[in-house]
Structure formats: C-alpha cells, structure tokens
C-alpha cells in the first residue's frame, strides 16, 4: 500500500477492501490498535459497510502507557 501523512481515511480504505472482494459470504477481519476515537471510528465503519454476504469482524487491541 501507500505511506502518508496524517490520519487515514479509514472509511476509504474499507470501502476499497469492500470493492476488491469477490467472494460471496466472506469474513473480513479488522485489526486496530490506537486511540480510542480511533477504534471507535473503524467498530462502526466495519459494522455500517458489512452486509448480508460480507461480514467485517472488528478486533481491537486497547493498552496505556
């Protein structure tokens, strides 16, 4: 993929996973670690882009320093 700077366009980067995929009744699993807003922002896109043949399986990793 690609390096920039800033925060990503998580929402963009669902989708083009979303659009690659071909098979039917797939499972997508999503791992992030991060901020808080930051997760909270990729459980919900995961959960508004699944569907009835793709499932985005949202895991998370929390810790503080």
Request: glycine share 4%; charged share 15%.
């Given at each position: 993929?690609?390096?920039?700077?800033?925060?990503?366009?998580?929402?963009?980067?669902?989708?083009?996973?979303?659009?690659?995929?071909?098979?039917?009744?797939?499972?997508i699993?999503?791992?992030?670690?991060?901020?808080?807003?930051?997760?909270?922002?990729?459980?919900l896109?995961a959960?508004?882009?699944?569907?009835?043949k793709?499932?985005?399986k949202?895991?998370?990793?929390?810790?503080?320093?």
């Amino acid at each position: 993929h690609f390096i920039s700077i800033g925060r990503p366009n998580i929402n963009d980067l669902f989708k083009n996973v979303l659009n690659k995929q071909t098979e039917e009744n797939a499972n997508i699993a999503v791992y992030s670690c991060g901020p808080q807003s930051l997760l909270n922002n990729c459980q919900l896109i995961a959960f508004n882009l699944s569907n009835q043949k793709i499932k985005f399986k949202f895991h998370k990793e929390t810790f503080f320093l």
